[in-house]
């Protein structure tokens, strides 16, 4: 409750259920001031403040919503601040258009070479396409590059790390202070959402649970009846560098490391593809109405097929700059964020004006 977009309409539409709509005066409100006037920690309050109650869901009634109070600065000022702010946003959204980019080529080049399987071969030219020597496996029921290994995604995981979720304040033993990574963060940290990691404290004995880079976070415990357990995010030192302190996951996830980190990008887009084409809902179990991902059952019995490690290194080359440079621009809009949450109840509230 409390969400707010702005929309421009193009075409005829109608709000679904527990939605309501503001138009504004052109000649007292500009519609992108009232945008981020919703935006402010003060309406934010006064949203809870309204909140009926008596209800299973949270809601307002609609007259109530009339009853919401902003400031009203000249139509000059209004514009001025909307500025500041909607540039800041501009930014991000810029940021995570170039990361749509940058994931869509390498989504592509992985699509190209490890699924239809025209890699370059020994002249550069395209594998498959060009004659490359396939073979039919019986396993996958597919034909695929002649001398390829197939086997099941356990043989590609060296060491798995259990979550941690500790204490919220130092308490007795629990006395390091670490990032807390949960199911909620994996889509934020894959450059698809917000992060919002909580800092715990968990004990000193149980550092050995620290994420390192090269380390996957897989969500083993969650999902709903849309969205299944299994949502995976990479871990580098690029990431890492978006935290304060150390990095755990929590006890909904698990952590996983590699055989041979040449095959990282490998592993997460054919974890990706198994996930994106629903192949999880099929191990899941259920403990007290929460679903569990079935881990050990899955890796263990999910065959596919191992390029070459000079194959995957090429991979591996073409696509770390690409996530470098995406967790870049993540790091820059966390710091945007920051900026823009910062300032816009200053410059709501007027203890910050706009030349």
């Known amino acids: 409750m409390g969400e707010v977009g702005r ?34 920690p003060d309406l934010q309050y006064q949203f809870k403040r309204h909140d009926s109650s ?13 009853k919401f109070e902003i400031p009203l600065p000249a139509l000059g000022e209004q514009k001025r601040i909307a500025a500041v702010l909607s540039t800041l946003d501009a930014k991000i959204d810029c940021n995570n258009r170039i990361n749509a980019e940058l994931e869509a080529m390498a989504k592509t080049l992985y699509d190209y070479w490890f699924v239809q399987f025209d890699f370059p071969d020994t002249n550069g030219k395209p594998y498959k396409s060009s004659g490359g020597k396939m073979a039919y496996n019986a396993t996958l029921k597919r034909e695929i590059p002649a001398g390829w290994e197939v086997g099941p995604l356990s043989d590609w995981i060296a ?52 994420l390192a880079p090269f380390d996957f976070v897989i969500e083993i415990s969650g999902g709903s009846p849309t969205q299944s357990t299994g949502r995976l995010a990479l871990i580098t030192s690029e990431t890492m560098k978006r935290f304060s302190q150390p990095l755990i996951c929590s006890n909904f996830c698990k952590a996983i490391s590699l055989v041979d ?79 823009r949450d910062w300032l816009l109840p200053l410059l709501m509230n007027g203890q910050v004006t706009v030349a």
């Not at 008596?54 to 009339?66: A, E, F, K, Q, Y």
Request: charged letters at 25%; hydrophobic letters at 35%.
């Open 159 to 210: 060491s798995d790390k259990t979550g941690d979720w500790g204490k919220d304040t130092v308490e007795g033993n629990y006395t390091l202070g670490v990032d807390c990574i949960r199911g909620a963060d994996i889509n934020g940290l894959n450059g698809t959402g917000t992060v919002a990691a909580p800092t715990r404290f968990i004990l000193e004995k149980n550092k050995g649970k620290i």
């Open 54 to 66: 008596g209800s299973t869901v949270s809601h307002i009634r609609v007259p109530d919503c009339l």
């Open 261 to 339: 980190n040449s095959y990282f990008f490998n592993f997460a887009y054919l974890w990706k593809s198994a996930y994106d084409k629903k192949v999880l809902f099929g191990w899941e179990g259920k403990t007290s109405g929460i679903k569990n991902l079935l881990f050990d059952a899955f890796t263990g019995k999910h065959m596919v097929c191992m390029p070459p490690q000079k194959l995957a290194q090429r991979f591996f080359d073409f696509v770390s700059p690409l996530e470098i440079k995406k967790q870049k621009l993540l790091r820059e809009n966390d710091k945007l964020e920051a900026l």
């Open 7 to 40: 929309v421009n309409f193009d075409e005829s539409v109608f709000l679904g259920q527990r939605v309501v709509q503001y138009r504004t005066d052109p000649e007292k409100l500009t519609s992108e001031y009232l945008l981020y006037s919703f935006l402010s």
